[in-house]
């Protein structure tokens, strides 16, 4: 297959076609020439206002609700919402039923993605069956195809196995991704604990159940000098340790969900249910300190935290709703939208390319002749705004329904493939 994409603005700071404007010419999945313009004749032809491209983009947490909840999602749908959003990657997280513990999960899984533009990354279960007592067959997993391990959305309550898994990761390089946040600090907490939560007779879940996880874990990983990511912080304090801990050069890194920088707690005076999620949306000062902590990179890269949830579970009262919202095809729109007038695009960029591979040890792959067509297509200028009819995971819980955003995913070029958005 021969594929033509016209006059795209170049977003790859390796290449030395950064931030120009070019045609780039793909023959079964390999760019075999780039250049000011190209008539050559080709199978398809991609052309849109604005078309800008850049290596493709990874989203470092996902659920895909598959095997056990098929659905809420499956691994079609699922990977067709991270094409939809950009994502020629995606993390997996192993909370699904059974849960992702063994080789067989991971062959499973692996499996069934095969044929999809978008590439699944298995990450199995640090413990058995999430269940904190005792740690999982990391190296049979790792050996099967996992890249990294997590307890999913569940706390490890005994710091010794958190210790035992960062020290047995050190015999493949493997990645351990926490959760930070201890749930029995409060346990009924439906939101961020502050003056809107109080207002709203709402419970809240303090900062602290955040912080105290995340001090606790970077104890552990300086012990055992281990590698280590936090999945999605959302506080203050959170980025500060992390600051601290990287200054010390521990092997760390951290997340945040595109969410947590466009949405505030004020939000939820409206009750909707989409938007209660986890980690909880933060009040405008939490928000800020984490566009501060991506301004000064001690936020490494900002992830969907798609979590798609059935009808019954969120047409219900607030108190009573599973936390979680589906974000694969806005991720970009999402933080874009938060950043564009506080980074360059560049860095924002750099949070769904570059930095992700660094942390997973994945090769990059610029745009430059002779490599691996591996290509996000995107406008980020434009404006447009997410509908209902465009959702094509099989949940629909967002809460970004209607409202405008800016930013568009054009599409991905992936594995001799592509998908494009209407």
């Known amino acids: 297959m021969r594929l033509l994409i016209k006059k795209a603005t ?18 079964d999945g390999t760019i075999i020439k780039i ?18 491209v850049s290596e493709g983009w990874i989203d470092m947490q996902t659920n895909l609700c598959d095997p056990g909840y098929e659905y809420k999602e499956n691994i ?13 990657k995606v993390l997996v997280l192993p909370q699904t039923l059974p849960v992702v513990d063994s080789k067989t999960s991971i062959e499973y899984l692996l499996k069934k993605a095969s044929t999809s533009v978008t590439e699944l990354i298995a990450i199995g279960a640090l413990t058995k069956g999430l269940n904190s007592k005792e740690l999982a067959e990391m190296f049979d997993m790792h050996e099967s195809g996992a890249i ?10 005994n710091p010794s196995l958190l210790k035992m898994g960062l020290l047995y990761c050190k015999n493949f390089n493997g990645l351990i991704i926490s959760s930070a946040n201890i749930n029995n600090i409060n346990p009924n907490a439906v939101m961020h604990e502050g003056n809107i939560s109080t207002s709203l007779g709402l419970s809240g879940s303090p900062t602290i159940a955040e912080e105290i996880s995340i001090t606790r874990d970077i104890s552990i990983l300086k012990y055992t000098n281990g590698k280590l990511h936090f999945g999605t912080i959302s506080t203050t304090e ?42 909880p949306l933060r009040s405008k000062k939490e928000v800020n300190a984490l566009i501060n902590g991506i301004k000064n990179k001690t936020i490494d890269v900002i992830c969907s ?9 969120k047409k219900c009262e607030f108190e009573y709703a599973k936390a979680g919202m ?3 095809q806005t991720t970009f729109s999402c933080a874009n939208t938060a950043l564009r007038n506080k980074i360059n695009l560049s860095q924002i960029i750099e949070l769904f390319t570059a930095n992700p591979r660094k942390i997973l040890g994945i090769p990059n792959s610029d745009i430059s002749v002779g490599n691996k067509a591996e290509i996000t297509l995107f406008n980020p200028n434009e404006k447009y705004t997410y509908t209902q009819d465009s959702i094509v995971s099989k949940s629909k819980n967002s809460p970004l329904l209607n409202i405008p955003l800016v930013g568009r995913v054009i599409g991905v070029v992936n594995k001799k493939k592509f998908i494009l958005n209407k």
């Open 148 to 157: 990294a391990f997590s307890n999913g959305k569940k706390y490890i309550d």
């Open 305 to 313: 935290d798609h979590k798609p949830e059935n009808i019954e579970n």
């Open 326 to 328: 589906i974000g694969l």
């Open 35 to 52: 250049a000011a313009s190209i008539t050559e004749k080709v199978n398809k032809i991609i052309k849109h206002a604005g078309l800008h």
């Open 76 to 88: 079609d749908s699922g990977l067709l919402a991270a094409a939809k959003g950009g994502f020629t």
């Open 10 to 27: 170049i977003i790859s700071p390796n290449s030395k076609y950064h931030n120009k404007v070019r045609d780039i010419l793909i023959k």
């Open 238 to 279: 959170a980025i500060n340790a992390i600051k601290r801990a990287k200054k010390e050069k521990l092997k760390i890194s951290a997340g945040v969900a595109a969410y947590n920088l466009l949405l505030t707690d004020e939000s939820l005076t409206s009750f909707d249910t989409n938007l209660k999620v986890d980690p």
